[in-house]
């Protein structure tokens, strides 16, 4: 990105390109989910980490089915 096309942006620390708004959205939703792994990872061990992979496998369906209707 070249940063003399943006110099109010650039001064006001506004870097970050908004064309896609739901970016962030998948960052966090991936941030929680590793997080949700390496709690049961630490807390139950392999069999731990094994429930939070089978609890999720609905959530991930939902992800996928909404990211190929274009939402």
Not at 6 to 32: C, I, R, W, Y
Not at 54 to 64: D, E, G, N, S
């Amino acid at each position: 990105m070249d940063k003399s096309k943006q110099p109010q942006a650039e001064a006001a620390g506004h870097t970050h390109d908004k064309s896609n708004p739901g970016e962030m959205g998948a960052f966090l939703l991936a941030l929680v989910l590793v997080a949700a792994l390496a709690g049961g990872f630490v807390l139950g061990g392999v069999a731990g980490m094994t429930m939070v992979m089978v609890a999720l496998v609905p959530v991930l369906y939902i992800v996928l089915i909404t990211i190929s209707v274009g939402r």
